[in-house]
């Protein structure tokens, strides 16, 4: 990249915040992916879209104070970071490990201004999250840590101003419990959080939406180049919410998913492994996926989770977190057959695994567009809440895959008409930055 403006901003992005590889990482694939279009509008350069566009609105750093069950006083850092309102409230999800800081959420909340703009809802961009553990911890300790970080939360956020989600470590049991705080404080019944139960104004499909969206996107990205998910052998790293799922919707699309893993390894099954025993294992009896093999003699364990991507493949879903695809996992995944990697997870692979996949022609399906159904069915929550009715599964699922639909025509689109056919990541990121950047435009040095 030639683009003397563009080198300068990201030169800036660096300086600025030295110290997070990971924003660092996000802000220059999704800018160095934008010269076609800085280059035919100048009136974005003029507008200063760039720089404004990669510096978060505002960043909330905030004491997490909780007390364990020995009754000791327990602290951790919770952190908001409110990207960009231009096309909506802030919304995006709440992590728990304890690898956030700053720059996780921070990266997220940058790829998450993209991510909700495909959507085609009014969504502007956030990510929150706390340096919290909740491995071991007891469901009276998850409360108490949930409660206060709601408590301080609250100040910041309301259905039409910042809406926050799950994202690792928080799924339904502490979304209620921040959604109970929450209401205890304000004193009101109000969508401010997604991924409610369903019996107090959560959605159907919220809780499958962003597997069954990788795989639905998946799906349009073969069937445009001439291929289909049937008869197919898949590996999903993780086994939390976005991996069970796409289990589920790629195995009913025809496909089988020979290996799965956590933190520490992976199963290999070559009989295919059923989600349903994945549910049983992590949410029912909260146990490691090496468990699995004890009930499936045709299992094999293997500790080390990036093993994973050795296991010959067609089709790779890393649905686990940032960074766990490196060039030699990508190499060896190609190695091995595989001609296609679609993202569950937020930013999985690293540049180098990228270039990988570029160099090498696969078929290559970046987080922001193919695990945006998650956010997506957050939305249709919020519609759902606002118009106070519940749509069924099934509509909830039709508007889910028809959304993915037109989430993977619009990168197909934008990465013909700048050049770029087939690099979906180039049209993801120019389709996600030109709605959002239209909108800056038109509101001003704001
Ligand atoms: P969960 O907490 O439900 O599951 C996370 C899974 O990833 C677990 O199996 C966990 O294993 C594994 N994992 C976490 N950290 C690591 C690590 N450092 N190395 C290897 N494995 C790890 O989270 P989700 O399924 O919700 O999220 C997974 C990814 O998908 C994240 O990147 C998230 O941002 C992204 N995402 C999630 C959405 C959602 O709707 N939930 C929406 C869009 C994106 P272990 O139990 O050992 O920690």
Not at 40 to 65: K, T
Not at 76 to 98: D, E, L, M, W
Not at 191 to 206: C, D, E, H, I, P
Request: charged share 25%; proline share 4%; net charge neutral.
């Amino acid at each position: 990249m030639k683009n003397q403006y563009l080198l300068g901003v990201i030169e800036t992005v660096k300086k600025r915040n030295a110290g997070e590889p990971e924003f660092i990482q996000a802000v220059t694939e999704v800018l160095e992916s934008l010269l076609p279009v800085i280059e035919s509008r100048p009136d974005f350069v003029e507008a200063g879209i760039i720089e404004r566009i990669a510096e978060p609105e505002r960043q909330i750093i905030f004491r997490v104070p909780w007390t364990d069950d020995n009754g000791r006083i327990q602290v951790n850092r919770g952190f908001r970071v409110q990207f960009n309102s231009a096309i909506g409230p802030y919304k995006g999800g709440i992590r728990f490990h304890p690898s956030v800081y700053l720059g996780i959420i921070k990266f997220l909340g940058f790829e998450q201004v993209f991510k909700n703009s495909l959507t085609t809802l009014p969504m502007g961009g956030a990510k929150g999250g706390a340096d919290f553990d909740p491995k071991g911890k007891s469901d009276g300790e998850i409360m108490r840590f949930c409660q206060s970080f709601m408590t301080e939360l609250v100040k910041y956020i309301g259905p039409d101003c910042d809406v926050p989600a799950g994202d690792i470590g928080v799924g339904a049991r502490e979304i209620g419990y921040m959604f109970g705080q929450y209401k205890r404080i304000r004193n009101e019944f109000t969508g401010v959080l997604t991924g409610k139960g369903l019996n107090y104004g959560g959605s159907l499909a919220r809780k499958e939406a962003t597997g069954y969206g990788l795989c639905y996107f998946t799906d349009e990205m073969l069937k445009a180049n001439g291929k289909s998910i049937a008869g197919k052998t898949v590996i999903i790293s993780g086994s939390g919410n976005v991996a069970t799922y796409a289990n589920q919707k790629f195995t009913e699309f025809g496909a089988k998913v020979v290996a799965m893993s956590d933190s520490n390894g992976y199963v290999y099954d070559s009989n295919g492994i059923d989600y349903r025993d994945i549910v049983k294992l992590k949410e029912v009896e909260h146990k490691r996926i090496k468990e699995y093999v004890s009930t499936h003699p045709s299992a094999v364990y293997t500790e080390g989770c990036s093993g994973i991507w050795t296991v010959p493949c067609d089709i790779a879903l890393p649905c686990a977190t940032q960074n766990e695809i490196d060039k030699q996992s990508a190499e060896s995944l190609i190695k091995n057959g595989c001609f296609a990697v679609s993202e569950g997870a937020n930013m999985p692979s690293t540049p180098e695994a990228i270039d990988v996949y570029m160099k090498s022609g696969i078929l290559y399906g970046p987080a922001k567009a193919a695990n945006a159904g998650g956010v997506a069915t957050s939305g249709l929550e919020m519609s759902q809440n606002s118009i106070r009715l519940s749509w069924s599964f099934k509509e909830v699922d039709e508007k889910l895959h028809s959304i993915m639909k037109s989430i993977f025509a619009s990168c197909d689109k934008a990465a013909k008409e700048y050049g770029m056919e087939g690099n979906y990541m180039a049209g993801a990121n120019i389709a996600g930055f030109l709605k959002v950047a239209e909108a800056m435009k038109a509101q001003g040095c704001v």
